[in-house]
């Protein structure tokens, strides 16, 4: 069997979501889930809190560590491992779950048992699986660093590592055929291809059946030109040919057989035909998922190098910033800074960036409180040229004002 192995990223918001799917609370739209066999799901992780809080106390303690943890930070890797129905009956339920609990080993030591937060295992669907969420920390540092746990390097590694992994526990287990760089895909679209795989299958199987009872109902039809060959003599009457009556019996007899067997044979080339127009049909839509994954696969590279490059943006930033304040409390001794020169400085930044008054009372605000940022620690010509700046724009505000009120000339 090949490893079915799926993995998705996920930010604090997205926990609660899988937390839903997994304990089956809220509403239930999968029509492969059949309820009276829930009691039978069960966890490898012992833990009395729920998955949302297991997550959230756990990167709590890693933010206190030293991770830099965010709003959009990736703190969680939903994983769905699956074994296939038919692998799971000539397993037995036994060996099935003697593979997930080896799946499980594998990812405790990758990503430490403490990051490990829950291994739900799923008997209440078509095919067996396992919901398996651990928080991606780095195993050089310690800290939660989704980008350096989880690379493409790493998702190879899983791809290579863990079907030997089984392999040694005496599990018949390969690596995948699919992609090599990349396992990020909807969980949703990963069950519903997995679900149209079994469902080919099905058709192959259904559709080979038919072709052998076409064969077999073939084969008496053979009989009939057995009747060709045999030799007849001819009658002095009209030169009829004359038969015995057992054998006109047996090719009235084999005629009507005939006739059913052909009907018959022509109702299963028609549904055989019906079989392959489905097959084709699914394969097409197998195809179009495909590619509707692909193109997934693009967006998410590009808005993981827009995010990645967004990130080392602001890390650059507050580096800067850590630096000027460094320097404002070392070298000019700038322990603190009264309200009213702190609203005045963020103007001039302002200023200097191009920004402008967009009408008279915004103008008269601005003036305001730049004057109040006199006798600060604000260089005074500085301030004085951005007065004079705003100063002109509100007269320039003051003279349309007037001419308004004039109204046009006669």
């Given at each position: ?31 492969d889930?059949?309820?009276?066999k ?8 012992d ?26 930070s ?43 937060v829950?291994?739900k ?8 699986h ?11 540092n ?13 998702i ?21 055929a ?27 199987k259904e ?11 073939k084969?008496?039809l ?9 030799k ?9 040919i ?7 019996q ?30 084709n049909?699914?394969?097409?839509y197998?195809?179009?998922l ?23 943006d ?23 800074m ?5 609203e005045?400085r ?9 920004e402008k ?30 007065i ?7 007269e320039?505000f ?13």
């Amino acid at each position: 069997m090949e490893l079915a192995w799926n993995a998705q990223k996920n930010q604090m918001s997205d926990v609660k979501g899988k937390e839903m799917e997994q304990e089956r609370k809220g509403k239930i739209s999968n029509e492969d889930i059949d309820l009276d066999k829930t009691k039978d799901n069960y966890d490898l992780v012992d833990s009395d809190e729920n998955l949302y809080n297991q997550v959230k106390n756990r990167v709590a303690a890693l933010k206190e560590s030293g991770s830099r943890v965010q709003k959009n930070s990736v703190v969680m890797y939903s994983n769905i491992l699956t074994v296939s129905a038919e692998q799971a009956e000539i397993w037995g339920e036994e060996k099935t779950d003697d593979y997930f609990k080896a799946c499980y080993d594998f990812f405790s030591e990758e990503f430490g048992r403490q990051n490990v937060v829950s291994a739900k295992i799923h008997k209440d669907e078509t095919a067996p699986h396992m919901h398996l969420h651990f928080i991606p920390v780095n195993k050089e540092n310690g800290k939660l660093q989704a980008r350096i746990s989880m690379n493409k390097a790493k998702i190879n590694y899983i791809h290579d590592e863990l079907p030997k992994y089984l392999q040694e526990r005496d599990f018949e287990v390969e690596r995948g055929a699919g992609k090599k760089e990349k396992n990020i895909e909807d969980i949703h679209e990963y069950k519903e291809i997995q679900k149209l795989k079994e469902e080919v299958q099905k058709q192959k199987k259904e559709l080979n059946k038919e072709l052998d009872e076409i064969k077999i109902a073939k084969m008496p039809l053979l009989d009939l030109s057995e009747i060709d060959k045999r030799k007849h003599e001819k009658g002095f009457i009209n030169k009829r040919i004359e038969l015995s009556v057992d054998d006109f019996q047996n090719l009235s007899k084999m005629g009507l057989e005939n006739i059913k067997l052909r009907k018959n044979h022509n109702q299963l080339y028609n549904e055989k035909e019906e079989y392959k127009a489905e097959f084709n049909n699914l394969g097409k839509y197998k195809k179009k998922l495909e590619n509707k994954i692909k193109e997934l696969d693009q967006e998410i590279d590009n808005r993981e190098n827009k995010i990645n490059k967004m990130e080392d943006d602001m890390s650059l930033e507050t580096k800067r910033k850590i630096v000027y304040m460094d320097m404002l409390k070392n070298d000019f001794k700038v322990n603190s800074m009264s309200e009213n020169e702190f609203e005045a400085r963020l103007l001039l930044r302002d200023i200097d960036d191009g920004e402008k008054p967009r009408n008279k009372k915004q103008a008269q605000s601005w003036k305001e409180t730049l004057e109040k940022g006199r006798g600060t620690q604000i260089e005074p010509t500085r301030l004085e040229k951005a007065i004079e700046k705003i100063q002109e724009m509100l007269e320039r505000f003051m003279e349309k004002v007037i001419k308004r009120s004039r109204g046009p000339r006669r």
